[in-house]
């Protein structure tokens, strides 16, 4: 077993996954915001073997293509918020609620990522997909809604590189944090997104984060999809029926201590902004 123990900071692919076979158990960080999250002592206590990210020019790219916005992993939120209005307007909002801006300065978008964090609800609802790269194959793409899904059948020295967010026009968005006092329950997050033409809804994504995760879009099954606004209330009804008995709402609401607060969160924005 190998008994060599430091920090890391390479400052290539090469170099990162280099030092990640030799030291197989080092750990990555990124702005180390979770890892600080839980310490209560005045000196904090850091892994043994540490990978450490800040020198990869690579992850700290942000581009701009006719489709996507392109975030490398190591971009923090502060940056991201600089940004103005090439980002869409619910994630800077989520941004703003989530965080500081001292924490801003520090978190990354991949390391919020990585860590189940409050901002994964609108990357999935905005139908972003993170690009995953490791030492031995190409960098392949993941759609971020089936990214939960699929994190634990990673290969151990696998990691989000980039993070595209699509350039789309949503008409409505409601977002709101709950937050539990209690350490060993995470906050959680519930947003709604809606796209109108021509008076009809064309389009309606409901994301929960939390504990469990919770996708909803099915564009032909969902019985809004193609209503004229003002939607009648007892078709939001009949929706939310639907929506909170799916498999995935059922999961990611059992023993969530905010499970009605969320229920009729969703239940309100949809008749705020798309009723009568």
């Known amino acids: 077993m190998n008994t060599s123990r430091g920090i890391f900071s390479p400052n290539t692919f090469p170099n990162l996954f280099n030092f990640w076979n030799r030291f197989p158990e080092a750990v990555i960080i990124a ?83 990585a860590c189940n964090g409050d901002l994964i609800a609108p990357l999935v609802a905005l139908g972003a997909s993170y690009e995953i790269r490791s030492g031995t194959i190409p960098p392949r793409r993941i759609p971020a809604s089936r990214f939960l899904s699929i994190k634990n059948e990673l290969k151990s020295q696998e990691l989000i590189s980039r993070v595209l967010i699509p350039f789309e026009q949503w008409d409505y968005a409601q977002f709101r944090k709950f937050h539990d006092p209690t350490p060993d329950h995470p906050s959680v997050l519930a947003l709604l997104l809606a796209r109108v033409e021509r ?42 029926e ?21 229920i009729n969160f969703i239940y309100f924005a949809l008749l705020s902004g798309l009723s009568e």
Not at 243 to 262: C, R, V, Y
């Open 31 to 113: 702005g180390a915001t979770e890892l600080l999250h839980f310490q209560a002592k005045r000196i904090p206590e850091f892994p043994e073997t540490i990978l450490l990210l800040d020198r990869m020019e690579e992850l700290q790219k942000i581009d701009r293509t006719e489709r996507f916005l392109e975030l490398g992993a190591m971009v923090s939120l502060s940056r991201i918020a600089s940004l103005g209005k090439i980002v869409p307007t619910v994630l800077l909002q989520c941004i703003n609620e989530v965080a500081d801006i001292y924490i801003q300065n520090l978190a990354t978008i991949g390391g919020n990522i």
């Open 199 to 240: 008076d009809i809804l064309t389009d309606l994504r409901v994301a929960v984060s939390g504990t469990s995760f919770s996708f909803y879009h099915d564009r032909e099954k969902c019985i809004l999809v193609s209503e004229r606004l003002p939607i009648k209330k007892r078709d939001i009804r009949a929706f939310m």
């Open 242 to 262: 639907s929506w909170k008995n799916s498999p995935a709402t059922l999961e990611a609401l059992k023993d969530n201590t905010f499970q009605n607060s969320i």
